[in-house]
């Protein structure tokens, strides 16, 4: 059984930064693309960040390039979300998910297996 276990969350002012990180059990982490999505209270869930299973791909929403990196270490079957310049509108609870394959796109249908969960709040 494929389990995803995230970390890092935490309360923050605007302007500052976070660190999450997930852990994948299984075999041939690399194998699988992974994403980073969000859900805010009242909103669905959204994505925000994917990487491929090498790495060398990754790809973001709008609202967070510039901001948020996507990276991976698959000796450590983790994939890091690095949460820069933070914003009150990046309040949300942050998955990351793994993919079906090597490719992921934006579309949670791409993920098959995902996190619990972890809250990032940012105060004004």
């Known amino acids: 059984q494929v389990q995803l276990v995230e970390s890092g969350g935490g309360l923050m002012h605007a302007g500052g930064s976070l660190k999450l990180s997930c852990t994948v059990s299984g075999r041939a982490f690399s194998n699988y693309g992974m994403g980073w999505f969000r859900q805010a209270p009242g909103k669905e869930r959204e994505f925000v960040a994917a990487?491929?299973?090498?790495?060398?791909?990754?790809s973001y929403v709008d609202f967070v390039k510039g901001r948020f990196t996507i990276a991976r270490d698959n000796a450590k079957n983790t994939v890091y979300l690095q949460l820069n310049s933070l914003k009150p509108e990046d309040t949300a609870v942050y998955y990351c998910a793994r993919g079906l394959g090597p490719i992921v796109d934006d579309r949670p249908t791409s993920f098959n297996y995902w996190g619990q969960g972890t809250q990032v709040t940012v105060s004004s």
């Open positions: 990487i491929s299973g090498s790495g060398r791909t990754t």
